[in-house]
């Protein structure tokens, strides 16, 4: 299995709700690294997994709408607890629309899986990973 990864990072403000959460049930903000890997098991015609550069473009346009955002007054995400696992999943799935609609250029329709990290320090992380079928 061949594989590309690109990386942005975001900042975001929300609150949790919940025992389970001590002092985040307070509004805080947090700083992520994001990383999205696309795996494919035969290269294009082109000999890449996908064109880096669009797939920067189409990570930069899936995280401009949250990025410096209060994910608490969001309609999309009301009633939701923005965890960094939530995070991965919404950002899988536009990225997974990226895919299939040609955002990511000739042969990003050829994509079978996508990982996506969020790394929230240093030391921990959490990550989405699914086939596109």
Not at 16 to 45: C, N
Request: aromatic share 10%.
């Amino acid at each position: 299995m061949f594989a590309v990864e690109v990386r942005d990072h975001i900042m975001i403000a929300h609150s949790f709700r919940g025992e389970l959460f001590g002092p985040a049930q307070r509004l805080h903000g947090a700083t992520f690294v994001i990383d999205v890997a696309f795996f494919r098991r035969e290269l294009t015609t082109d000999g890449v997994v996908i064109d880096i550069g669009r797939a920067h473009d189409a990570l930069k346009g899936v995280l401009s709408p949250i990025n410096y955002q209060n994910l608490d007054e969001l309609p999309e995400f009301a009633g939701k607890q923005t965890t960094t696992e939530f995070l991965c999943k919404h950002i899988f799935d536009n990225m997974a629309v990226a895919a299939r609609s040609g955002a990511l250029g000739p042969g990003g329709e050829g994509v079978d899986r996508i990982r996506v990290s969020l790394h929230e320090s240093h030391v921990a992380r959490a990550w989405y990973e699914a086939d596109l079928a």
